[in-house]
């Protein structure tokens, strides 16, 4: 029996954009929705009651929410190909704590930068670049956060590529002068095709931030 | 050669304790240091620089931070013994995201309860009873969540038990009259000599989250 695979989505979502990559690394077939969370479909609300979020993967009719935990289920069912995590526990452990940093600290800073003005967000961009350039430490000398082969943490993380260039222009700041390994490292991944393939045009997301703006009078 | 394991530790923190019940689960040693958040170690701020907070869980001088993430690391380590996950994907993914669920509502939802007055605490205690009833249904008739044995989700929760009774006096409820399946549940658990051990005197928990409230109630106040 094929597997029958949905994914309730937001295209500038960079939460979604990571089931999409991963599902692209495994060649998995799906119907991708795209969900208008101003007006959230019955799917979504049965699928997701708890949160009432995107991304949901259903998958042969049963739901896996948060985007982190879709990955690594995704990771887990195709498990011969293209594997995400590494096996090693402690490496595990340690792209687990990054993907949950990444989570934690840049999408809030980033948040509050295209949201805020003045002192806070002035303080919001310190802490974006502050947690950024933990990241970039962190990357090392590496060709990705998971070593020579693009994974998990590489996969978590390159999706919020497409929100720098709304972050650098609300913000008024340019993150490759304080961390040019990183878009050395974005650029990379972005010539795979499950990661170019995957993440949303950084001009399509600038435009959805600016109608949000308007519409809720950042 | 014998593991070397290490637990940056605080007696009364509900992210500690559930490292401590899941290393007494697979019946590994560890050494508890004790750390003094007013005046963190050098190891605590050498092992987890980036957070500074505890537990830390050092492994052969390796550190492992943020609860969740070493229970699964612990769990992945020692396969053999009492697992924490179970082996189908989906199944895995759904404890997973109750043990996430737990992470983002209980410790920031249950904290207004016990530290605030008037309508946020009013607002707090309705969210909070809401969490824990929609855990009920989750639990459902199963002895643990986990299934027969203690599983990841009953890990990240049952340290709140121990948050009870402040709970109750200070929100001025009662969890066995609104969540009895929840109460019976916990109590099942603290048959398990791995929760028993790892978990505070409720009455010493209530005294120290007054201080808390005490220090809170300062820094609100203008």
Not at chain 1, 41 to 69: A, M, R, Y
Not at chain 2, 149 to 154: A, S
Not at chain 2, 183 to 202: F, H, I, T
Request: glycine share 4%; with cysteine.
């Amino acid at each position: 029996m094929a597997d029958e695979l949905v994914l309730l989505d937001v295209h500038v979502s960079m939460f979604g954009m990571r089931v999409r990559i991963a599902l692209a690394e495994k060649g998995i077939k799906y119907e991708y929705r795209e969900e208008n969370l101003a007006n959230k479909s019955t799917l979504l609300l049965e699928t997701n009651p708890v949160h009432k979020k995107i991304p949901v993967l259903i998958h042969n009719g049963k739901p896996i929410c948060e985007s982190l935990i879709i990955v690594q289920y995704i990771d887990e069912v195709w498990k011969d190909k293209s594997p995400l995590l590494p096996s090693d526990p402690y490496q595990r452990a340690q792209a687990r704590f990054w993907a949950d940093f990444v989570d934690k600290k840049v999408f809030d800073a980033g948040r509050k930068i295209w949201r805020t003005k003045g002192e806070e967000l002035e303080a919001a961009k310190k802490e974006l670049i502050d947690a950024l350039e933990l990241l970039e430490g962190e990357l090392g000398d590496k060709p990705y956060f998971n070593g020579d082969t693009f994974g998990f943490l590489d996969l978590a993380f390159i999706t919020f590529y497409s929100w720098f260039h709304t972050y650098e222009t609300c913000g008024n700041f340019s993150i490759e002068k304080h961390c040019p390994k990183l878009i050395k490292w974005a650029k990379r991944c972005m010539e795979r095709e499950s990661v170019s393939k995957s993440l949303a045009d950084p001009i399509t997301v600038y435009e959805f931030v600016l109608m949000l703006k308007k519409k809720y009078g950042h | 050669m014998a593991d070397e394991l290490i637990l940056l530790d605080l007696w009364s923190s509900p992210f500690a304790m559930r490292v401590r019940i899941a290393l007494r689960e697979k019946g590994l040693d560890f050494e508890s240091i004790e750390e003094d958040l007013s005046n963190k170690s050098p190891l605590l701020l050498k092992m987890n620089p980036v957070h500074k907070q505890v537990p830390v869980l050092i492994h052969d001088e390796k550190p492992v931070c943020e609860s969740t993430i070493i229970l699964q690391y612990i769990d992945e380590v020692w396969r053999d013994k009492a697992p924490l996950l179970p082996s189908d994907p989906y199944e895995r993914a759904r404890a997973r995201f109750w043990a996430d669920y737990i992470d983002k509502k209980i410790y920031s939802t249950g904290r207004l309860v016990w530290a605030t007055t008037g309508e946020i605490q009013a607002a707090a205690k309705k969210d909070l009873i809401d969490c824990f009833k929609l855990l009920e249904m989750v639990l459902g008739d199963k002895p643990y969540f986990g299934g027969k044995t203690l599983g990841l989700v009953d890990v990240g929760l049952i340290p709140f038990y121990s948050w009870f009774y402040a709970l109750e006096t200070c929100g001025e409820f009662s969890l066995i009259d609104e969540c009895p399946k929840l109460v019976s549940w916990a109590k099942r658990c603290l048959q398990k000599e791995s929760v028993s051990k790892s978990l505070p005197d409720q009455y010493k928990i209530y005294d120290h989250l007054m201080d808390l409230k005490k220090k809170f109630q300062a820094q609100q106040k203008f």
